[in-house]
């Protein structure tokens, strides 16, 4: 079975600081990583993926996440946030190539930027 | 090209009641999967379906709720007789394939409230 663990439920940083949401995930198969946002009322979109390849994925928006294969980890980090970063985000796995929306999902971390 | 449609946005239903979630794809989408969001939790994956067929439903209670995804029309998640417990936030995405290497898309959801 397959399960995620995001270890923090609230992180809140000042703007312009830099900013890691942990992402733990458990897994017997080989996994497929996901890092999803979902603003206030909204649905949850794609930030960014890992499938294959680069250990290291970035998003358009400055988030980067690694995908560490030892430390079943696969954390989001940028480097200097803004108020518009926030929101909750959500890390998914999923060990099925062929069902490629069935994710099992984190907690979520409610990312607050303060001024 | 419109994104996931879901409606009705908020839905409140009496104990007993029956309750009928809709999920329009995004046009070309051929695939869609329906999460429930309890609250101060994540999205646990319900049901997986293509058109006319149901995939995957190794989540879905097996009581009261069913789904479908017909030729023509959205996706609809039904729930009979519903209780408090039901109340969350249910969400549908839609993929045009199966395979990792596509993302799926996600609507806004739809707030069920019972009372």
Redesign the interface.
Known sequence: AQS?T?LDSQVPVFEEAPVELRCNYSSSVSV?LFW?VQYP??????LL?Y?SGSTLVESINGFEAEFNKSQTSFHLRKPSVHISDTAEY?CAV?GE????????????TELSVKP | NA??M?NPRHLVRRRGQEARLRCSPMKGHS???W?RQLP??????MV?LQKENI??ESGMPKERFSAEFPKEGPSILRIQQVVRGDSAAY?C???P?????????????TRLTVV
């Open positions: 995620v995001q497929y999803y009322n909204q649905g949850l979109q794609l993926k499938l959500f999923s190539y062929n069902q490629g929306g069935k994710l099992i999902f984190g907690q979520g | 994104g996931v879901q695939h869609v999967y999460y101060e939790e994540g999205l646990k994956f997986y995939i995957d969400f995405a839609s993929s394939a199966r395979n990792m290497n596509t993302e799926a898309f996600f609507g806004q959801g």
